[in-house]
T-cell receptor, first 116, second 114 residues
C-alpha cells in the first residue's frame, strides 16, 4: 500500500459509454497525476494538478476530462473512447509537484480499462 | 523533445549474477533522475533517485545507480540479484519546467531464475 487508492480496478466500457475513474490519496500531498500505461510503450503523463489547479495537459484528447475537486481526490471522466484507449491508467501523488529536489511520486495500483 | 531510453527490454539472470540496466536521457539541463520498480502484482514504487550531490546513489534492496553527466546516463546496478528482484524496472527523468512531470523509459523486465 502506498497511500494512493484507485477505483475501479478493472473497467470494461463500450465506445458510447461515459464512465469515471477515481483516485484518492491519503498522504497529505498537494500534487496529483494521471498516467497512461499501454503495452510496449513508456508510461505517459496525461495531466498534472498542483493545489487543485491543472498545470500540465500533455496533449490529451478531449474525450479524457480530468477533475480535481480537492488535493486528495482526482477523477478522470471518460466519454466516447476508442479501442486504442485501452490501457492501465495510473494515478500518482507527490508533496509539492513542482519538480522541487526530485520529488518522489507515489503510485496507485491502476485501473485496467478495456474499450470495446 | 526530452526522452529516456532503456537499452534492455528483457533480461534473464540466474540468482547471484550481477545486474546492470542501462538508462540514457536526452535533456541537457539540470535533471533529477529516478528508478522505479514494479514487482508482480504490486504498485510502481521508488527504488532510488538522484537530484544533487554524490553521483553514486544507493537505494533499497542493495540497488545503486551512477549518474554520469557526460554520458547522459543513469545505469542501475546490483552486484548479486535474488529471485525476489524479478520485476519491471523503469528509469525516469523530471521534465523541463517546474510541473513535477516525469518522463519514463519503456521499462526493462528482469527475470531472475532460482
Amino acid at each position: 500500500e502506498t497511500g494512493v487508492t484507485q477505483t475501479p480496478r478493472h473497467l470494461v466500457m463500450g465506445m458510447t459509454n461515459k464512465k469515471s475513474l477515481k483516485c484518492e490519496q491519503h498522504l497529505g500531498h498537494n500534487a496529483m497525476y494521471w498516467y497512461k500505461q499501454s503495452a510496449k510503450k513508456p508510461l505517459e503523463l496525461m495531466f498534472v494538478y498542483n493545489f487543485k489547479e491543472q498545470t500540465e495537459n500533455n496533449s490529451v484528447p478531449s474525450r479524457f476530462s480530468p477533475e480535481c475537486p480537492n488535493s486528495s481526490h482526482l477523477f478522470l471522466h471518460l466519454h466516447t473512447l476508442q479501442p486504442e484507449d485501452s490501457a492501465l491508467y495510473l494515478c500518482a501523488s507527490s508533496q509539492e509537484g513542482r519538480g522541487v529536489g526530485g520529488e518522489t511520486q507515489y503510485f496507485g495500483p491502476g485501473t485496467r480499462l478495456l474499450v470495446l | 523533445a526530452q526522452s529516456v531510453s532503456q537499452h534492455n527490454h528483457h533480461v534473464i539472470l540466474s540468482e547471484a549474477a550481477s545486474l546492470e540496466l542501462g538508462c540514457n536521457y536526452s535533456y541537457g539541463g539540470t535533471v533529477n533522475l529516478f528508478w522505479y520498480v514494479q514487482y508482480p502484482g504490486q504498485h510502481l514504487q521508488l527504488l532510488l533517485k538522484y537530484f544533487s550531490g554524490d553521483p553514486l546513489v544507493k537505494g533499497i534492496k542493495g540497488f545503486e545507480a551512477e549518474f554520469i553527466k557526460s554520458k547522459f546516463s543513469f545505469n542501475l546496478r546490483k552486484p548479486s540479484v535474488q529471485w525476489s528482484d524479478t520485476a519491471e524496472y523503469f528509469c525516469a527523468v523530471n521534465g523541463p519546467g517546474n510541473t513535477g512531470k516525469l518522463i519514463f523509459g519503456q521499462g526493462t523486465t528482469l527475470q531472475v531464475k532460482p
